[in-house]
């Protein structure tokens, strides 16, 4: 099969499609022929440090947490799923790839008015979201949501999701475009934080959750703009992953300051949140309220093309790489 190789750290140029023998399949795997596969940015990460993520082997790295498509077999303990189901997973790695081997209760069936091309947008973003923001997060309908970085992908699912869910949302983006796309989408309160300071803006909105990409000095302004028992969650710190904090700030508004990495969570971890997503989410795509935003597919021998325009922040949703 073919598949597209980190060959050792470094820019998108090190992005290589090569020809690699198919996944062998544990016990309690599925073989996926992929239709699509989510590009994000901890691809970007792990391109960049292969020193780090690819520890140990002498062997390149296929990247890709999530992808659509076939399945084409099944592991000998596999019961819930059947050669020809079309689904979309959440995979450690692997899924830039004419092929990839998914735990079988990682993979969803396709929502119906979905396509099994725009379903590859949905994995990484859904299970990320409802992990931090409603699991560790803990936030309930009629509270108030924060994202920074409204127009990723993490960030135009997870609006959608509290807003259907029943939260009043607020986001943060870095250009009049971005904001204009929000508004149109009515995914809640946006400011262009180039132009205006949101610890400004939002510090009498009383804000019960955020979640944050950013880190850096936005740790504190969050801390700030928090209700009593707020919760901070940070999944990424694209500004900085050092913070300096007041302590009082937490002691006295009872706050919460969490997060995580969806990545190295272990397979239960994983499991649970198909499970949770599949009962609480897959019925929003049903009925329209939420859809995936994909801005642009590539086809997968462009996978270095898609990595530069991830790494330019000027996409709005999600970025794809397709097999034909």
Known sequence: MKAI???????????KLKETPKPKLEKNQVLIKVKAAGVNRSDVITRKN???YGKGSNETMIPGLE?????????????DKKIGDKVCALIASGGYAEYVAADSSH??????????IDAAAIPETVFTVWFNVFHLGKLQPDEKLLIHGGTSGIGTMGLQMAKALGSKIYTTAGSDKKIDFLNKMKLGTAINYKKEAFEEV???EKIDVILDMVGGDYTQKNLEILNKKG??????????????????TIMGKNLILTGSFLKPQSAA???QIAKDVEKNIWPLFISEKIHPVIYKKFPLADAAEAHKLMESSEHIGKILLTLE
Do not use: Q, W, Y
Not at 231 to 248: D, F, P, V
């Open 67 to 79: 992808v659509s498509g076939e399945i084409t077999e099944i592991g000998d303990n596999v019961s």
């Open 5 to 15: 190789h980190i060959t050792k750290s470094g820019g998108p140029e090190v992005l």
């Open 231 to 248: 919760r901070l969650i940070n999944i990424n710190g694209m500004k900085s992953l050092e913070a300096t904090i007041n302590l009082r």
């Open 50 to 52: 292969m020193n780090t």
């Open 269 to 271: 971890v994983k499991t």
């Open 202 to 204: 939002f510090k009498d």
């Open 107 to 116: 993979c969803l069936s396709i929502p119906n008015g979905i396509s099994l």
